[in-house]
């Protein structure tokens, strides 16, 4: 994982579950890219990080992510890890 340039997390197999991977993650100096719904635990677990989301049935979004995070990385965007925000350190 600490070379990866992407990390994925998909969604537990309901809404409420936080997949365990997603606290594996937050050291890793890698975009994270969470394939949930906005509604999920996942997604609340990870807002207001550098985390991507996206609905994991809507392949537009997942590519406009995916995009978004190798447009950053190629303007030289530093990744955050996710640990920098208080509740993963």
Known sequence: MNSAAMLVAFQGATPSQVPAKIFDFVSNPA???ALTDRESATAAVLEGTHALIAPMNDETAIAQQIETAFSDAI????IVPMNVDERYA
């Open 31 to 33: 975009a994270v890219l």
């Open 75 to 78: 303007a030289g965007v530093p």
